[in-house]
């Protein structure tokens, strides 16, 4: 894949916030245009590369969606380090990261799955048992976060946490217009916050992805749907999961952390 210079991209796993990062890279990279980010759906402004194939349908268009792109480009992944290009490394371009506690993320994933048909009739309990039982849980997640945690002080990585953004999103904003170098004044900054509260982006239809579930509504009318922009709460898990399984999965996460030589507190 060829990288511009100027490519900026973020890098989460799924239900992270990702979807609230790029709203704010996109506006911080494009001069706080909000008349432009109303008029066009994210996906489109700021393409998912792992997407690509699935909007062309076509091996070697793959990229299509991120090449025909004006820059600077924003890039969204969720692929780890390892499978990311390279040429990142060389330190050109600038990479977001936003983590999120990997139980919060799991609840947001069921969410997520049972609207798209993923999860349909099963319950969110019986989920997370099957996530308690694979053995991916959570050495996936953590290792993906920590290896980006541990670039955090490289001059092309920024990262942060969903965790973060809800404690103190007007620090986040400032410390991400720092590092793009893209400064904003204080008027910019309330209308910043107001678009990315909570309640502007479950309503704005180019963020709250239901053009997205409109595409699956046809064969889902009348199953169970979930709003992307859903609950946005941090520990949210703690009264939707069973205790039991909170506890089990606090001890498989304790015993990866231990193995990375990282605490859950540094990761968010
Ligand atoms: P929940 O399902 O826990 O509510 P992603 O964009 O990576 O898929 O992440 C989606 C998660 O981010 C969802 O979490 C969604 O509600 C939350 N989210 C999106 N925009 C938000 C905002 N402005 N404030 C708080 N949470 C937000």
């Known amino acids: 894949m060829k990288l511009r210079d100027d490519d900026v991209w973020i890098v989460t796993l799924p239900k992270c916030g990702?979807?609230?990062?790029?709203?704010?890279?996109?506006?911080?990279?494009?001069?706080?245009?909000f008349e432009g980010a109303l008029a066009k759906d994210q996906e489109l402004r700021t393409p998912f590369l792992e997407f690509g194939y699935s909007v062309f349908h076509d091996p070697n268009r793959s990229?299509?969606?991120?090449?025909?792109?004006?820059?600077?480009?924003?890039?969204?992944?969720?692929?780890?380090?390892?499978?990311?290009?390279?040429?990142?490394?060389e330190g050109k371009n600038k990479v977001i990261y936003v983590s999120r506690n990997p139980?919060?993320?799991?609840?947001?994933?069921?969410?997520?799955?049972?609207?798209?048909?993923f999860n349909y009739g099963k319950s969110l309990h019986q989920y997370f048992?099957?996530?308690?039982?694979?053995?991916?849980?959570?050495?996936?997640?953590?290792?993906?976060?920590?290896?980006?945690?541990?670039?955090?002080?490289?001059?092309?990585?920024?990262y942060t946490?969903?965790?973060?953004?809800?404690?103190?999103?007007?620090?986040?904003?400032n410390d991400v217009s720092r590092f793009l170098n893209k400064p904003i004044n204080d008027q910019q900054m309330e209308k910043l916050l107001k678009h990315l509260s909570f309640a502007e982006m479950k309503k704005n239809p180019t963020t709250n992805h239901l053009w997205e579930l409109a595409q699956v509504q046809h064969e889902n009318a009348g199953k169970e749907m979930h709003p992307f922009v859903r609950r946005g709460d941090v520990n949210g898990y703690k009264d939707e999961l069973k205790p039991e399984q909170i506890e089990k999965a606090n001890v498989r996460i304790q015993e990866v952390l231990a193995k990375n030589g990282v605490t859950l507190d540094e990761l968010l």
Not at 18 to 32: G, K
Not at 63 to 89: M, N, T, V, Y
């Open 18 to 33: 990702t979807t609230w990062m790029q709203e704010l890279l996109w506006l911080l990279l494009n001069n706080c245009d």
């Open 63 to 89: 990229f299509g969606p991120i090449e025909d792109l004006k820059s600077p480009r924003l890039i969204k992944s969720h692929l780890s380090l390892a499978l990311l290009p390279s040429k990142l490394w």
């Open 103 to 117: 139980l919060d993320s799991y609840v947001s994933r069921y969410y997520h799955g049972v609207s798209f048909g």
């Open 129 to 158: 048992d099957e996530v308690l039982a694979s053995d991916d849980f959570p050495t996936e997640f953590i290792e993906h976060a920590h290896e980006f945690y541990q670039l955090r002080n490289e001059p092309w990585v920024f």
């Open 161 to 173: 946490s969903f965790e973060m953004m809800k404690k103190d999103l007007r620090g986040v904003i």
